[in-house]
């Protein structure tokens, strides 16, 4: 059941993402997930991305009914929620972590894990790049010898191109790992990336999820659960999921194309 | 040792899955068979495309599960791709169907028997659905929809039924004299549960159904009233954890075993765990057979 947490604040990160500051300490492993229940509205799966010794936060992208109502709650309410869930990143230093839009929210806990490593953050345009201008990012990179590089679509800041381009730029025999999290269709080409270069690949994936614990089957990927097998799937698993960046199941169970997947979970 | 028949069909052991858990794919349960499932149920197919209840729908309680799914379900014509794939399992398939009317479940079963499921499992039983229980709680209605069925389906039928209701027996009797093969029992159990601290409705749509060890109790107790008035075998469901579980909802009167919340508790290889114990108790009181069991 869920276990009950006080919104402290909300904060505004880009024009379409916000995160909300619980209070309360949670067991968390970078790459899990929870499910985050507003009473009466619906409950998601999110990652938490703040993870501090007695509070949490959760970036949230405005798209959706749910994530639509979300700035517009108030401090002191209570939410519900159950896990962590999944089963998280395995940790490697001398990393590459690859973070399309959204997809960076997860990586702000893993880095406090990791050194050593480089973060390809990219976004659309300077104001949809995520915690930009967060100290405490920049301090945790400082203080574990990471890099970041950031890149927008529209050359607004930092390289202008895509992360992929960047990531074959820098991948060399040095890096252990690559971590992806993001659009699919990012995903994938870092997957290829990778198996081009011989680099074991951790991705977390997304379907759309209903139990969280395994059991009601919405979040197939193949013959794999996003919410139990996943979410981070790594390269020899990923090899065989001949749906990723293809077919994505709707809430009614009906398998379709990844965009038809992508167009309807923006409404 | 574990090997039985159930409506002329051989089951490598008698554990199956049930609807509704992991049978949103073929490859789900491709899985699941290889994970020692003597059978394995598709969720639960439907006549149009729908989408089921907001979240939460599943929610871990004390003992079990409490669900509100609400029979989400691609349709049945939209499912051709996963029908052609069904003779890829390995084990019989009991392919699940549900509607809101006889000519729905008619039109599944025409439809759905050309791709050769092993059994057709009646749905008429789902609480999370307004009229989800309508079929499965009047015992009139009950034998028209068997009835209706039986006439034009060349595979087994096997109804599921909900605790539900005032008189599961008279539902049971209800079905075999229609020509049912075979019962499916029980659904889930009809709850209402709020969050303690949020005082809010659990699950969003208000109510649900549990599962899991808090019913295995109630659906012992509803076998053994199936078992008493009706001859045709009975696929015994509802809080099955282990191999003494197993067990004992054998000698209360079922020739099949549904596994459902269980994989939640033990994970999806609790095929093979719950096989083996029972292989471990069968040993222990010389026991040779499944048939043996139930006597």
């Known amino acids: 059941m869920h276990q009950t947490y006080t919104i402290k604040k909300v904060i505004r990160e880009t024009p379409k993402a916000v995160t909300i500051m619980l209070d309360g300490k949670i067991n968390y492993k970078p790459g899990q997930f929870i499910m985050l229940w507003l009473p009466d509205v619906d409950e998601k799966p999110f990652v938490i991305s703040y993870l501090e010794k007695n509070s949490f936060g959760i970036t949230i992208e405005e798209k959706g009914i749910f994530t639509k109502k979300i700035p517009k709650i108030k401090p002191k309410t ?28 997860p990586a702000l806990s893993l880095i406090k894990k990791i050194k050593n490593s480089i973060i390809i953050q990219g976004a659309k345009s300077k104001e949809y790049l995520l915690y930009l201008k967060n100290e ?40 252990k790992t690559v971590y992806t999290c993001g659009p699919e269709i990012m995903i994938q080409k870092v997957f290829e990336i990778c198996e081009k270069n011989k680099i074991e ?29 996943g979410p981070v799937f790594n390269s020899k698993q990923l090899r065989k999921l001949t749906e990723l960046g293809k077919f994505a199941r709707l809430k009614s169970g009906k398998k379709v194309k990844i965009q038809e997947y992508y167009d309807w979970r923006q409404k | 040792m574990l090997k039985t028949t159930f409506c002329e069909i051989e089951l490598q052991n008698p554990l199956v899955l049930a609807s509704g858990i992991l049978g949103t794919s073929v490859e789900l349960l491709k899985r699941v068979a290889a994970n020692g499932a003597g059978a394995v149920t598709t969720k639960s197919i439907g006549p149009i495309e729908r989408q089921g209840h907001n979240n939460p729908t599943v929610v871990e309680i004390e003992n079990g599960l409490y669900n509100a799914v609400g029979l989400p379900t691609p349709g049945y014509l939209n499912m051709n791709d996963e029908f052609k794939k069904w003779k890829e399992i390995k084990v019989p398939l009991i392919a699940s169907i549900y509607g809101s009317s006889v000519d729905d479940y008619v039109d599944i079963t025409e439809y759905i028997q050309k791709y050769n499921p092993s059994i057709i499992e009646l749905n008429i039983s789902c609480p999370n659905k307004d009229d989800g229980m309508l079929f499965g709680s009047s015992a009139a209605l009950t034998k028209k929809l068997v009835g209706a069925v039986k006439e034009i389906s060349k595979i087994p039928i096997m109804p599921k039924l909900t605790p539900n209701c005032n008189n599961i027996a008279e539902i049971a009797l209800a079905c075999e004299n229609a020509g049912a093969d075979a ?14 601290k ?45 191999g003494k579980d197993a067990v004992e909802m054998l000698k209360a009167g079922a020739s099949l075993v549904g596994i459902g919340s269980g994989v939640y508790f033990r994970g999806m290889d609790i095929f093979k765990k719950v096989a083996d114990e029972m292989k471990e ?15």
């Open chain 1, 201 to 229: 690949l951790q991705a977390s994936l997304e379907r759309f999820m209903k139990c969280g614990i395994g059991i009601c089957g919405s979040c197939c990927i193949n013959d794999q659960l996003v919410c139990k097998d």
């Open chain 1, 136 to 175: 405490k990012m920049k301090n945790i990179i400082q203080k574990n010898k990471n890099q970041i590089i950031y890149c927008t679509d529209d050359g607004s800041y930092g390289i202008h191109g895509f992360v992929t381009g960047v990531l074959k730029e820098m991948l060399n025999k040095k890096v």
């Open chain 2, 281 to 295: 108790i069968m040993r222990k009181e010389n026991i040779e057979s499944i048939n043996e069991i139930k006597k």
């Open chain 2, 183 to 196: 019962i499916c029992a029980i659904n889930t159990v009809e709850k209402e549960i709020l969050h303690p």
């Open chain 1, 78 to 105: 209570k939410v519900g929620i159950r896990g962590p869930f999944g089963n998280g990143f395995e940790i490697k230093n001398n990393s590459i972590i690859v973070a399309g839009g959204l997809g960076i929210a």
């Open chain 2, 198 to 242: 949020l005082k809010a409705p659990l699950l969003a749509y208000g109510k649900g159904g549990i599962s899991g060890p808090i019913i295995k109790e109630i659906a012992l107790e509803n076998v053994r009233k199936i078992r008493d008035a009706v001859e045709i075998p009975i696929l015994g469901i509802g809080g099955v954890t282990y």
